[in-house]
């Protein structure tokens, strides 16, 4: 039996050695909670394709003179992933977009959801709220899952590095925020063979319509998968939607919504350290 780590977006730089050591001190905390221990660890997989998602991103985004950051003149168009994806988080977030346009001093005709200046509202007013997430930055943070969801070529790339990782022989898979995607992704087109003992998400955007709209059709748990369990702190805004069941992904997705991951709300070392994910993880890996 072995584990898997999917990373999500903005890991570029790093490598999969300082992944697997952050991932494993975070599920460390959450086995020492949960009061067991695994000894030895099982063989740990970390497919890493922080660097290729960077430079595919950038290469595909120039060649198609796309604009999808905060500072996006506002005669381009509003990419519809990013309105999408800023929208849902100020809902999730408890911030009534109607009330934000005399405050931000938007005109009539700049309050559309079509308009640039709407959707950099919305993103300041998030970013204003959560220092955190001001760190992760609003429009990078769809960026890399635009990329990822338009374009085959990439998603061919992170597949030919994911897959192979998780294989055919019995594993527990971790995946985070884009990892998730990702994750899902790799088990629906490419491995049917898969023997996975738990997907574990974290943080996940899967709910998203625009992410939804765009996966292998028709969705459903994919084939190997024994279990699936979806975690989200509620103020993780980044995840979108808390749950994944029936009324926003899939039904058959065990769920844990009130996870506190304190001052990191979208931190995958805050996951995993919470008693439950470890005790989860173990008893995946042990059965």
């Given at each position: 039996?072995?584990?898997?780590?999917?990373?999500?977006?903005?890991?570029?730089?790093?490598?999969?050695?300082?992944?697997?050591?952050?991932?494993?001190?975070?599920?460390?905390?959450?086995?020492?909670?949960?009061?067991?221990?695994?000894?030895?660890?099982?063989?740990?997989?970390?497919?890493?394709?922080?660097?290729?998602?960077?430079?595919?991103?950038?290469?595909?985004?120039?060649?198609?003179?796309?604009?999808?950051?905060?500072?996006?003149?506002p005669?381009?168009?509003?990419?519809?992933?990013?309105?999408?994806?800023?929208?849902?988080?100020?809902?999730?977030?408890?911030?009534?977009?109607?009330?934000?346009?005399?405050?931000?001093?938007?005109?009539?005709?700049?309050?559309?959801?079509?308009?640039?200046?709407?959707?950099?509202?919305?993103?300041?007013?998030?970013?204003?709220?959560?220092?955190?997430l001001?760190?992760?930055?609003v429009?990078?943070?769809?960026?890399?899952?635009?990329?990822?969801?338009?374009?085959?070529?990439?998603?061919?790339?992170?597949?030919?590095?994911?897959?192979?990782?998780?294989?055919?022989?019995?594993?527990?898979?971790v995946?985070?925020?884009?990892?998730?995607?990702?994750?899902?992704?790799?088990?629906?087109?490419?491995?049917?063979?898969?023997?996975?003992?738990?997907?574990?998400?974290?943080?996940?955007?899967?709910?998203?319509?625009?992410?939804?709209?765009?996966?292998?059709?028709?969705?459903?748990?994919?084939?190997?998968?024994?279990?699936w369990?979806?975690?989200?702190?509620?103020?993780?805004?980044?995840?979108?939607?808390?749950?994944?069941?029936?009324?926003?992904?899939?039904?058959?997705?065990?769920?844990?919504?009130?996870?506190?991951?304190?001052?990191?709300?979208?931190?995958?070392?805050?996951?995993?350290?919470?008693?439950?994910?470890?005790?989860?993880i173990?008893?995946?890996?042990?059965?």
């Amino acid at each position: 039996m072995k584990l898997v780590f999917i990373h999500g977006r903005a890991q570029e730089g790093r490598s999969s050695a300082e992944l697997r050591k952050q991932w494993l001190d975070g599920l460390m905390k959450g086995l020492s909670r949960a009061g067991v221990q695994l000894d030895p660890l099982p063989p740990i997989e970390v497919p890493f394709y922080g660097d290729a998602l960077e430079r595919l991103t950038s290469e595909s985004l120039r060649r198609a003179a796309l604009v999808v950051t905060r500072g996006a003149p506002p005669t381009e168009a509003v990419d519809p992933v990013f309105a999408a994806m800023v929208y849902q988080m100020a809902i999730r977030d408890g911030i009534d977009p109607r009330q934000i346009y005399d405050e931000e001093g938007l005109t009539v005709v700049e309050r559309g959801p079509e308009r640039w200046e709407w959707v950099q509202a919305l993103a300041r007013r998030l970013e204003s709220r959560h220092p955190w997430l001001a760190r992760l930055v609003v429009g990078k943070v769809t960026r890399d899952v635009k990329a990822y969801i338009d374009f085959p070529h990439i998603q061919d790339v992170v597949h030919d590095i994911v897959a192979p990782a998780i294989g055919d022989g019995p594993c527990v898979i971790v995946s985070h925020s884009l990892g998730t995607v990702v994750a899902y992704w790799a088990l629906a087109s490419r491995l049917p063979n898969a023997d996975v003992r738990l997907l574990l998400t974290a943080g996940s955007p899967l709910g998203l319509g625009t992410i939804k709209d765009r996966l292998p059709h028709p969705l459903a748990i994919p084939a190997g998968v024994r279990g699936w369990l979806n975690v989200t702190d509620e103020k993780d805004i980044v995840a979108l939607y808390a749950r994944l069941d029936s009324s926003t992904f899939l039904d058959g997705i065990e769920n844990l919504t009130d996870i506190d991951n304190g001052d990191e709300p979208h931190a995958i070392e805050r996951y995993l350290a919470d008693v439950r994910v470890g005790r989860a993880i173990n008893q995946a890996l042990t059965e």
